[in-house]
């Protein structure tokens, strides 16, 4: 069974020659998960030890400036198409380009309206964790 494919969204009517296509790197950030537990002690020292022996779980953010309302709908219809959270998807990093399993991060996918007069624009941020 193959997983399902996160959208490539390209901004399909740019609203200056300046602005970029493709997910914003203003938008990107990477945040390692902290597989330790710690224990502070009465003497003021510190124990710890992994809670687990996997390697540290990887979160990225990232997320697009001024796309149409029709690449907002593909990006919420695959939000629902995956449950939310629920179901492992294929997605390929902006900063390296490699492909990841991931799941989206509950309630990580954020829609702001941007757009002014005619022009129906919107801002996506996102938030997935690597499977």
């Known amino acids: 069974m193959t997983n399902p494919v996160f959208p490539n969204i390209v901004s399909a009517e740019p609203v200056s020659p300046q602005m970029s296509t493709g997910e914003d790197s203003k938008n990107f950030g990477i945040e390692y998960e902290d597989p330790s537990m710690q224990t502070k002690m009465d003497g003021g020292y ?39 959270g629920s179901v492992i998807f294929d997605w390929t990093s902006p900063q390296d380009g490699q492909i990841y399993q991931v799941r989206f991060i509950s309630g990580s996918l954020k829609f702001r309206y941007t757009g002014i007069g005619t022009s129906q624009l919107w801002d996506v941020t996102y938030q997935v964790q690597e499977a």
């Open 46 to 84: 510190v124990v710890s030890r992994a809670k687990f022996t996997r390697t540290p779980r990887r979160t990225w953010t990232s997320g697009y400036t001024s796309i149409s309302n029709s690449d907002k709908q593909i990006l919420s219809n695959f939000y629902q198409s995956v449950m939310g």
